[in-house]
């Protein structure tokens, strides 16, 4: 891995939090020279990204520009992982999605073609070529399917821990258990003012810089300076079995449609254990963080009627977290105008976009470019 030389003159970018989005971000910084001090108020990777369904797709993002967004990000994986140097779980096979009413048909059908337009590979397939791809699997009853061959997921723990160690080989602190409590600004003329102090439980870090990827807290902290970041978040949660021997032939990643109820995925890690997620999107009010026991037990019991070889498995552990949502539901990544110093990253579908996050933040941070491709998705588009 080629370093850049140290870049001692610019000074101290201080990323706050460890999740995917600020791990991958800090071994960007690490790899163009940035100075990284890389903190999080708990253990690295324990937010949103340990629960994630970790799925890396382009699918059903809309408009385009966020569209291609994803489709670029996914593409990257592959470097990013080779950047990374090891093992971070990565699984290919594609994505296999059904539909088991006629609306659910037509919409699937309709999104097939639309994203054909955009030029993703994905096509259509009937009832037989869904048996023939995944013999195992049970259909109950298919109006229309999908097949992607590009999708794949991922192991966020594995791909949190390789950013962590290289950008720590290159020289970036990393601080866990360091909650930041504080922003502290001081003024820069003409009625500017900039971050110069990021206040934690311990201690004070003087910084140039300051990059929040606090995941769904991220809203919280950029108040702390006065900063306004419209996030919701919905409550998620993620059922993870023992371990089963190959569950697929062929595909990563099944969906069924939102017309099954409940509506549900599956994936199986390289450890042989199976990933379900499922059920109904929380509200934002929602207060109980995650689904409660009913639920969950039924998505367990439509999951072994999709895939029997689940039947008798064990759960091993029940993964509860918040999907971090801006009001739009698109990405909101930059710096703010209000406080120059000031780089937010924070979005849904932060797997997908991790490799492209932290690349072009990187670039945006470290040589002050202005990405064309990341202007829709600035902050002040909420005025
Ligand atoms: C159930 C579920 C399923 C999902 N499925 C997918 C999917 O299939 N594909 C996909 O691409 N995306 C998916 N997502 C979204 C994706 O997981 C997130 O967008 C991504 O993990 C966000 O990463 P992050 O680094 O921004 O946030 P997080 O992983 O939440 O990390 C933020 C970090 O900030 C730290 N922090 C918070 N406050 C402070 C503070 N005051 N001081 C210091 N540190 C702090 C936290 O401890 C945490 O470690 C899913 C999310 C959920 C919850």
Redesign the pocket.
């Given at each position: 891995m080629t370093v850049a030389n140290r870049k001692d003159t610019k000074g101290t970018t201080v990323v706050?939090?460890?999740?995917?989005?600020?791990?991958s971000i800090a071994f960007h910084l690490s790899l163009r020279g940035e100075r990284v001090v890389l903190?999080?108020?708990?253990e690295?990777?324990?937010?949103?990204?340990?629960?994630?369904?970790?799925?890396?797709?382009g699918h059903n993002k809309t408009p385009q520009h966020y569209h291609d967004l994803n489709r670029r990000s996914l593409d990257m994986w592959d470097r990013f992982a080779r950047q990374l140097g090891g093992d971070v779980g990565l699984v290919w096979g594609g994505q296999l999605r059904w539909a088991s009413t006629a609306q659910g048909a037509n919409d699937l059908v309709r999104r097939v073609q639309q994203m054909q337009t955009w030029g993703y590979p994905i096509r259509s397939c009937d009832n037989s070529e869904l048996i023939s791809l995944e013999p195992r699997l049970s259909f109950d009853k298919v109006t229309a399917a999908s097949f992607t061959a590009i999708e794949g997921?991922v192991d966020?723990e594995k791909v949190i821990g390789a950013c962590i160690r290289n950008a720590g080989a290159m020289g970036a602190q990393v601080r866990a258990h360091?909650?930041?409590?504080r922003l502290d600004l001081r003024e820069t003329g003409k009625n500017g003012v900039a971050i110069s102090t990021v206040g934690?439980t311990h201690g004070d870090i003087p910084c140039d810089r300051v990059v929040i990827?606090?995941?769904?807290?991220?809203a919280?902290?950029a108040a702390y300076a006065g900063v306004e970041v419209p996030l919701n978040h919905t409550f998620?949660?993620?059922i993870i079995t023992e371990s089963i021997p190959p569950l697929f032939d062929i595909i990563a990643v099944l969906h069924t449609c939102t017309d099954y109820k409940p509506q549900m995925?599956l994936r199986q890690l390289d450890d042989g254990s199976v990933m379900i997620?499922g059920g109904l999107h929380g509200g934002a009010n929602d207060r109980s963080l995650g689904k409660d026991e009913a639920e969950i037990s039924e998505v367990l019991s439509h999951a072994r009627q999709i895939a029997p070889a689940l039947e008798g498995v064990a759960i091993k552990e029940v993964r509860r977290?918040?999907?971090?949502i801006p009001a739009d539901g698109h990405p909101i990544l930059g710096y703010t105008e209000s406080i120059p110093n000031l780089y937010l990253?924070?979005?849904?579908?932060?797997?997908?976009?991790a490799p492209l996050v932290g690349e072009l933040a990187a670039m945006e941070i470290s040589d002050g470019a202005g990405i064309g491709m990341l202007e829709p998705f600035r902050l002040e588009r909420f005025g």
């Open positions: 706050i939090g460890a999740g995917i989005l600020g791990a903190l999080d108020a708990s690295p990777g324990q937010g949103a990204s340990s629960v994630s369904f970790a799925w890396m797709n997921h966020t360091t909650k930041v409590q934690t990827a606090a995941g769904p807290d991220t919280e902290i998620g949660a993620s995925a997620h977290g918040r999907r971090p990253a924070v979005t849904h579908s932060g797997v997908t976009l």
